[in-house]
């Protein structure tokens, strides 16, 4: 378990964290409703190993390998989300990869600014 992230568990967005095995070590509320289908909080202790293909499963040993951050937007039953992924670290070297998942919505204002 991560210290101090009981802070993340009332967030309006996913939240997933792996170790440097690919073990997921923790699910905020919103991430065990999001996977609710294929175990929720179950998942925690699992391997990602075991639900990636491994075109995914080299982005994440990339993005641990070389300390990386990778987002992008899917769209899935009609909810568009961003998903960054990015490294964690613990006493300064890093410890897995966290996921982040934030629901957009669908005329959700941009903005350029100077």
């Not at 991560?2 to 967005?13: F, K, Q, R, S, T």
């Not at 987002?71 to 982040?100: C, F, M, N, R």
């Amino acid at each position: 378990m991560i210290p101090n992230i009981e802070w993340a568990e009332g967030l309006d967005c996913a939240i997933t964290v792996c170790d440097m095995e690919l073990n997921v070590i923790y699910m905020n509320n919103k991430s065990a409703e999001v996977f609710s289908k294929w175990g929720g909080l179950n998942l925690i202790g699992k391997s990602l190993r075991d639900c990636h293909n491994q075109r995914s499963l080299d982005i994440m040993q990339r993005l641990i390998s070389q300390k990386q951050s990778n987002s992008y937007t899917i769209e899935k039953k009609g909810i568009k989300k961003i998903i960054h992924q990015t490294p964690w670290y613990k006493d300064g070297k890093v410890a897995g990869l966290v996921e982040i998942s934030i629901e957009l919505p669908v005329d959700m204002p941009h903005f350029v600014r100077e």
